[in-house]
């Protein structure tokens, strides 16, 4: 569609001050907040922020909030072709401005100085970065992006899926979370957890007879359950049967210790697992690639320390 001899006189408006050509050289080159903009061009924010309200008005520019203030940018492929046309023209007449020139310094200073100011924040806070990002973002973030990961066809089996701690972190990432537990208690706690998710099935059923068919899961997890299956190579053979040809299996468990008392506590049937036995039993199973390795200890963890498997 043409530009209409109204908008086309409002754009070469909008381009007559020298200041909005001065942000518009600016913003070309990435997206600025209003005070970085004056400090840059050297104008108090109120006159910036009326240039900036009439060069969006014209569509020169998009903007977003960030926190108290505002970030504009100019993407010129997104604009129509007569404002990329008239742009062009005036970049080409302005670009060496003595002023143009002088804002593309200040910006250059006015970055540096951002980096300084970061690269100082990180030197005094190394020390203490876990604790302070964890006061300000949590602890979940980590675990989310590495979730985020996981290829979205995916189904995934929760073997021993307890009350569906983890199936709610995986619901979000992948086709299909196939839970298989058999107390009834916990599967009753798992589904008031899940209710809300709709690719969710839950089903009952032992770790060495599961109710599933052959090839039908990408992946399978297994997050301590294998310490309270009496026969290891059945269920592991289990867990072969269900994976496709390229599936992946992992498992988090107990690495062997001494504790009687934790083991009768938590109704278990063994006392951890070894690495070697734990690889021969997976690779009889019929896996591959067969990884294994032992997890730092969490300072609060108050039983044994644990493992993390992986095969396919």
């Known amino acids: 569609m043409n530009t209409t001899p109204e908008q086309l ?3 070469m408006s909008s381009l007559s001050d020298p200041a909005r050509l001065r942000v518009l050289h600016l913003l070309e080159r990435q997206p600025m907040l209003v005070n970085d903009l004056s400090d840059v061009l050297q104008l108090p924010q109120s006159t910036v922020s009326r240039h900036l309200k009439q060069l969006s008005e014209q569509g020169w520019l998009v903007s977003h909030r960030e926190g108290t203030s505002h970030q504009y940018r100019m993407i010129l492929e997104e604009l129509d072709a ?3 046309e008239l742009w062009t023209l005036a970049r080409t ?33 190394a020390r203490d970065w876990d ?15 590495l979730l985020a990961l996981l290829d979205p066809a995916w189904v995934v089996v929760d073997l021993g899926c307890g009350t569906g701690a983890l199936i709610e972190q995986l619901s979000p990432h992948v086709a299909k979370v196939i839970g298989i537990d058999n107390s009834d208690d916990m599967l009753a706690a798992a589904k008031l957890r899940v209710a809300r998710l709709g690719n969710v099935d839950l089903q009952q059923g032992d770790l060495t007879q599961l109710p599933l068919p052959d090839a039908v899961a990408d992946a399978s997890v297994c997050i301590l ?27 988090v468990d107990v690495l062997p210790h001494h504790r009687d008392d934790f083991r009768r506590q938590m109704g278990q049937t063994r006392m951890g697992f070894d690495e070697s036995d734990l690889t021969t039993s997976l690779r009889d199973a019929g896996f591959k690639h067969v990884s ?8 609060q963890a108050k039983g ?8 396919t």
């Open 93 to 125: 007449q302005t670009s060496d401005w003595p002023a143009v020139s002088q804002d593309r310094m200040r910006l250059s200073s006015v970055l540096a100085a951002r980096q300084r100011d970061s690269r100082s924040f990180f030197a005094g806070a």
């Open 304 to 311: 044994p320390a644990l493992f993390v498997a992986s095969a």
């Open 225 to 251: 359950s294998l310490s309270y299956v009496p026969e290891l190579g059945k269920a592991l053979r289990e867990m072969r049967r269900i994976l496709k040809p390229s599936g992946r299996a992992v498992i």
């Open 131 to 145: 604790r302070i990002r964890s006061d300000y973002f949590g602890t979940q973030f980590s675990a989310a992006g």
């Open 292 to 299: 294994f390795r032992p997890l730092d200890p969490e300072a």
């Open 9 to 11: 006189i409002a754009r």
């Open 82 to 84: 007569a404002a990329r």
